[in-house]
């Protein structure tokens, strides 16, 4: 195993307008403006071994979409150092590009009106793949999904989950060493999902190909990842095994229940009821996180049932959102 | 509290168009510019002709036209067929259907909010600008009245062809296509881009029947005559008034017939 | 990995070339009625050229023959600026929306990559229009005809173009700095409709501005006097191509630093 992205206390500023309120702040804005820096990324650092498959998570805005620009070459950090694959993507990126593949979201980088495979032929060219490479990759895209009906279809005519399809088929398609998959499953139903991970996970033991892999979604993380790396507000909260996490995690469940009357009241309500328990509301549901280890989750739900008329529950997984809420308050050993 | 409702709309139109500082530079610059083109190139035509009076109209006369009709056409052009066409294509217009107003009154007053600032913001400083460096050569009497409800119907009817052509995007893809060829007509038959006086007569006489020059000729001829014949004024803006009404009509029925056929095919 | 020479980049553009084609076939109706509405402007130009100067034998020393090669000159000059730079129209939206951020992950340049995705093929009746007007007038004109005048005309002219071209760029590349940055693009494109008229004809304060603050002169006036006026050509026609090449080259790098810049803030 070789590092392929190396990263050393990168941090990254920008220069953000603060906008006035209202008619007389709109007239203030048109003579004076006002700056403020904000630091997205903060000195960061990790280093990923080719072949991995990394799980690059934290809350909207924390900065994630901010370092992977940086390692596709597209940003410049104000300070600290990156290599990808031994080149300093910003001064390289052309060169970069060749070796990386991106999708990005719902945005797709297919050309909208052609059929994909004319998409996949343009995109041979600007990547210079030859000949036979390209014929490989296919017969192999072939052998991991069904492309035949998706390939003469113009790109604007696929529903979501084809787009997404295609357009991971077609960051793969030069045989990149690093793959950045954003959101990659957002908006998805669960068997396309577990479509698209099969594919990344086949793609990723074939070719030996580094993904990073940014989600909300911790179905994707389970599925594929087995380091997961932590931001928040441009800090690295977490970098390591995943299995670590879920040691630490793993027995919390999030209880989640409906009742009679306002719901925040309930919920205090509720928290002095079951003290060893964190409760919050909101508009349709009250949550309890419980500690399996400490309280079972029947044991919480027989002890509600006497006090409360439960009209509807749910049982889930503890989110990325409340996994990072737990590591601010109490820190990962 | 219907006006309520529709002051809203003007007063978020008043806050975006403020948003574009940079915009409203830029826009000036341009005006300059085409100004400082069209009194250069005029001055030669005149210079040329070895005459004071070309047409009917002296140099004065012709410069006071076209920079007003510029300030008109910035004051008046809120690119509707571009709105309409881009919220056809990306479906917003389903959105925009479902709130509770007619979707030509809605678009409409969306846009009143720019119109109030550009009103302000070009159209007036333009006229005082004109008035003071011509030393009055822009008669203020009674004309100016005659002016005012001028520039209402030709707005009317303006707002109305350009619904008229925006709603033609809900059958053809082409909202560049359309627009262009809407702008070029409109500008060239309504007499903004050179005084109608200047054209040929037999283009003259089918250009009064035409409803564009209601929307930059009639204003501005208007304006220019200080001393208008009662006859002239009346015949101007009943003219002015039937065609208003004419395309109002119109606009109104073309989308209704067209929003029903794509309501029945499903978009 | 090869290295990208031209070759690269001109069998990659003829590739993209052909799909966008047969994309552009696939909406066939709005092909259609954009090459009307393209055929509409240029009649339009065309009339309102006619208009102005069918009274007058000459204007400033410039016949009516001289002024339509002006006019034709001009056409054909900004007609690369359409065809294969027509992106830049668009570059706004991809800004605004976020989706420009997809051009910056492919292994080519970033500004060649943009511009190739779409040929504007209306530009060609522009070209038409142009190349008949141009050669109607040097025959009128009685020019004569030799293998070096057209050696000079094509090298003039495509130089020339490079003006607009490089307008073009820098204006469309406000939008990394500023929003609604469509009057800045606006306000280049309305320089093609100035860069038909004699120099001559503004006062001296406007011709320097004209020749070096805003380089609309080389668009067509320049350039066109080395055939137009072969006994008195000054030194700035044949600095022509010099300062086309230049302000190309500054626009590109305007184009590509704004670019860089922004591809960063926008998620």
Request: charged fraction near 20%; include cysteine; proline fraction near 3%.
């Amino acid at each position: 195993m070789s590092a392929i992205i190396e990263i050393k206390n990168i941090t990254k500023e920008f220069k953000v307008l603060n906008r006035r309120e209202g008619l007389k702040g709109s007239l203030k804005d048109l003579f004076s403006r006002d700056y403020k820096i904000v630091r997205a990324v903060d000195n960061i650092s990790m280093t990923i071994e080719q072949g991995e498959i990394v799980g690059y998570l934290g809350p909207n805005g924390a900065g994630k979409s901010t370092t992977i620009k940086m390692m596709t070459g597209v940003l410049e950090p104000t300070s600290g150092e990156i290599l990808v694959d031994g080149n300093i993507p910003y001064q390289n990126r052309t060169k970069n590009a060749q070796k990386i593949g991106v999708v990005f979201g719902q945005r797709s980088q297919l050309w909208w009106a052609l059929p994909l495979v004319e998409s996949f032929k343009l995109l041979r060219d600007i990547y210079q793949i030859p000949g036979k490479d390209y014929e490989e990759m296919l017969a192999l895209y072939r052998s991991l999904v069904d492309i035949e009906p998706l390939l003469h279809k113009p790109v604007r005519q696929m529903s979501l989950g084809q787009r997404t399809l295609s357009d991971i088929l077609a960051a793969f398609l030069h045989n990149p060493k690093i793959v950045f998959l954003d959101e990659p499953t957002i908006g998805l139903d669960v068997s396309m999902k577990a479509k698209i991970r099969t594919l990344i996970h086949a793609l990723n033991q074939e070719k030996h190909t580094t993904v990073i892999l940014t989600t909300h979604d911790m179905g994707d993380v389970d599925a594929l990842c087995r380091r997961i790396v932590i931001i928040d507000k441009g800090k690295m909260l977490y970098d390591n095994d995943i299995e670590h996490l879920k040691r630490f995690f793993g027995s919390y469940r999030t209880l989640k229940i409906r009742v009679a009357g306002d719901l925040s009241e309930q919920a205090d309500k509720i928290q002095k009821e079951v003290p060893e328990c964190s409760v919050s509301a909101d508009e349709e549901w009250i949550s309890v996180l419980v500690d399996e280890d400490k309280a079972g989750v029947m044991e919480v739900l027989g002890k509600l049932q006497k006090t409360h008329r439960i009209r509807d529950m749910q049982l889930e997984e503890i989110s990325t959102e409340e996994v990072i809420k737990k590591i601010y308050e109490e820190g990962v050993k | 509290m219907r006006t309520k409702k529709y002051l809203t709309l003007t007063r978020a139109g008043i806050l975006e168009a403020l948003q574009f500082r940079l915009s409203f530079l830029v826009m000036v610059i341009g005006n300059l510019l085409y100004l400082i083109v069209v009194y250069y190139l005029w001055k030669a035509i005149y210079a040329s002709a070895g005459t004071e009076v070309v047409n009917g109209m002296t140099f004065t006369d012709t410069l006071i036209y076209l920079v007003l009709a510029t300030a008109l056409f910035n004051f008046m052009e809120m690119y509707t067929v571009w709105e309409i066409g881009r919220n056809i294509q990306s479906g917003k217009i389903v959105l925009d259907l479902l709130k509770p107003m007619d979707y030509r009154k809605y678009l409409f007053w969306s846009y009143s909010g720019s119109f109030v600032t550009q009103f302000f913001l070009t159209f007036l400083p333009t006229f005082i600008a004109v008035s003071v460096v011509t030393h009055g050569a822009v008669p203020l009497r009674m004309n100016l009245l005659y002016f005012v409800i001028s520039v209402v119907m030709a707005v009317s009817i303006n707002y109305s062809i350009d619904f008229i052509v925006g709603t033609i995007c809900l059958y053809t893809e082409s909202i560049w296509g359309i627009n262009i060829m809407k702008q070029v007509i409109v500008l060239l038959l309504s007499g903004a881009t050179i005084p109608l006086a200047f054209f040929p007569e037999t283009l003259k006489t089918v250009m009064y029947y035409l409803p564009f020059q209601s929307i930059y000729n009639a204003p501005l001829s208007i304006l220019l005559n200080g001393n208008p014949q009662p006859r002239t004024v009346l015949v101007t803006l009943g003219t002015q008034f039937a065609w208003c009404i004419a395309m109002f009509v119109l606009s109104k029925l073309f989308w209704k017939v067209s929003l029903r056929q794509i309501t029945v095919n499903g978009g | 990995m090869k290295r990208k020479g031209f070759r690269f980049y001109f069998k990659i553009y003829c590739k993209i070339l052909a799909q966008d084609l047969k994309s552009k076939m696939s909406y066939r109706a709005d092909f259609i009625i954009s090459t009307i509405g393209m055929i509409f402007t240029n009649i339009s130009g065309f009339v309102s050229f006619w208009i102005l100067f069918r009274n007058f034998p000459q204007i400033k020393g410039w016949d009516y023959y001289e002024m339509l090669f002006l006019y034709g000159f001009s056409l054909i000059s900004i007609t690369p600026v359409q065809c294969f730079f027509d992106n830049n129209w668009s570059l706004r939206q991809y800004v605004y929306s976020g989706d420009f951020i997809k051009y910056c992950f492919r292994p080519i340049n970033l500004f060649f990559y943009y511009q190739s995705e779409v040929f504007d093929v209306k530009g060609l009746g522009q070209l038409a229009f142009g190349i008949g007007t141009l050669v109607y007038a040097w025959i009128k004109i009685g020019l004569g005809f030799t293998p070096l005048m057209l050696l000079k005309i094509t090298v003039f002219l495509l130089t020339a173009s490079l003006i607009m071209i490089a307008l073009q760029n820098a204006a469309a590349a406000t939008c990394f700095w500023i929003q609604n940055s469509f009057y800045v693009l606006d306000l280049a494109y309305r320089f093609r409709d100035y860069a038909k008229y004699p120099i001559t004809i503004f006062s001296p304060v406007f011709r320097f501005v004209f020749t070096f603050v805003m380089p609309i002169a080389f668009i067509a006036y320049y350039p066109s006097l080395v055939v137009l006026r072969p006994d008195t050509v000054p030194v700035l026609s044949w600095l022509s191509p010099l300062i086309g090449i230049a302000f190309f080259y500054v626009s590109y790098r305007i184009w590509m630093f704004g670019a860089m810049k922004y591809s960063g803030t926008g998620s």
